[in-house]
């Protein structure tokens, strides 16, 4: 049967290294018990650690815990958390939330990801400046699967085309989906959402143009990652369930214009 997520848990906040490797710990425990009930493979499964609203002292303290790749929706932020852990020189940055086209700039310097590719202004935007900066970026394709007003992504139907048009950005290495599944802890509202990324994963890999590798799935977050495990998914975006609560609520931190629902973790 599967595992129940708890309504908007109020996590601890993990003030020490030892609390990031015990929740750390206890995720992989969790993501390694979904895989077994799905008989899938944990080494599968990525686990993306969403870092948005931590501080550098915590970060740090997620690097020495094991950490090289961090989640972040704010490009201000993450481009700034960057700057100053420029030190570590192997821990790499996926940009999870909305771009607007005036900060391509930023990410094509020094993101390793990005996740929310749902727009060609943008892709376009990211191309140019990935070419001038001689390097190329990761992306998944955005997909609003619970078609809510309040999320950005493409509907399902728009993705194919959408897909077609991207072998003319070169410097856009496509890797798969992601999708915010709808914020319930009602399981048979959530798992839907998971069920038509997968079902569109398999239609792309059969008609999608050639170079496009749609093999990953981003999908699952501290509250649903272990139903998304179990529907498929390939990376959980995980920020809560291990460095606790955030103070201020998510819209506090995104750029002006986007929507609070853009990627919670």
């Given amino acids: ?69 961090l989640g972040e929706n704010k490009v201000q932020e993450a481009y700034g958390k960057w700057e100053q852990m420029a030190d570590l020189t192997d821990l790499h940055w996926a940009v999870i939330g909305h771009l607007q086209t005036n900060k391509a700039k930023f990410v094509a310097r020094f993101a390793q990801e990005f996740q929310a590719l749902d727009n060609l202004r943008v892709a376009e935007a990211l191309d140019r400046r990935l070419q001038e900066e001689g390097r190329s970026l990761d992306v998944f394709v955005q997909v609003n699967t619970s078609h809510e007003d309040s999320k950005f992504g493409l509907a399902p139907d728009q993705v194919l085309d959408f897909a077609r048009a991207l072998p003319a950005y070169s410097a856009l290495k496509v890797r798969g989906l992601m999708t915010l599944a709808l914020f319930s802890s009602d399981e048979n509202h959530v798992r839907p959402c998971f069920v038509t990324l997968r079902t569109l994963r398999e239609r792309l890999r059969q008609d999608a143009p ?56």
């Fill in 210 to 265: 050639q170079g496009a590798d749609f093999a990953e799935l981003s999908m699952g977050m501290s509250g649903d990652f272990e139903w998304a495990i179990e529907e498929g998914a390939t990376t959980v975006r995980v920020g809560q369930a291990i460095f606790g609560s955030r103070a201020l609520p998510d819209s506090y931190y995104w750029p002006e214009g986007a929507s609070g629902e853009a990627a919670r973790g």
């Fill in 1 to 69: 049967m599967s595992a129940v997520p708890p309504s908007r848990p109020a996590y601890h906040t993990a003030s020490s290294q030892t609390e990031i490797e015990a929740n750390l710990a206890d995720i992989r425990q969790r993501i390694e018990a979904a895989c077994q009930r799905a008989g899938r493979d944990p080494a599968e499964v990525r686990l993306l650690p969403v870092s948005k609203t931590v501080d550098e002292s915590r970060i740090r303290m997620a690097y020495a815990a094991g950490c090289r790749l």
